[in-house]
């Protein structure tokens, strides 16, 4: 059993930064893609970054670019998502996934999620 636990969200000023977590539990990271999506209001829910061990490949989609890292700790089994410069567009549930293959930047790829952390960004 895979258990996937995501913290670090809550409400932020624009132009503030998070770290989010991701904690899994029951397989090792370094054998999987890790990746972090993102649902807003009445949106849905899509692609932000993966990383894939052991090369530490990442890949992030185009809005991701320049304001998110996504990185691992292979020895805690935990993928953190560090976002800065934040944007009220940004408001959304993040969940951390877990892929054993496909491609990274489709949900279908990932086969154990875990239930999210909110992220409001507001003045």
């Known amino acids: 059993q895979v258990q996937l636990v995501e913290s670090g969200g809550g409400l932020v000023q624009p132009g503030g930064s998070l770290r989010l977590s991701c904690a899994g539990s029951?397989?090792?990271?370094?054998?999987?893609?890790m990746g972090w999506f993102r649902q807003a209001p009445g949106k849905e829910r899509e692609f932000v970054a993966s990383?894939?061990?052991?090369?530490?490949?990442?890949v992030y989609m185009d809005f991701a670019q320049d304001r998110f890292t996504i990185s691992g700790d292979n020895a805690k089994n935990t993928v953190y998502l560090q976002v800065r410069a934040l944007k009220p567009s940004d408001t959304a549930v993040y969940y951390c996934?877990?892929?054993?293959?496909?491609?990274?930047?489709?949900?279908?790829?990932?086969?154990?999620w875990g239930q999210g952390t909110q992220v409001t960004v507001s003045s």
């Open positions: 029951g397989r090792t990271f370094t054998d999987y893609t």
């Open positions: 990383i894939s061990w052991p090369a530490g490949r990442r």
């Open positions: 996934a877990q892929s054993v293959g496909g491609t990274v930047y489709y949900e279908t790829s990932y086969d154990w």
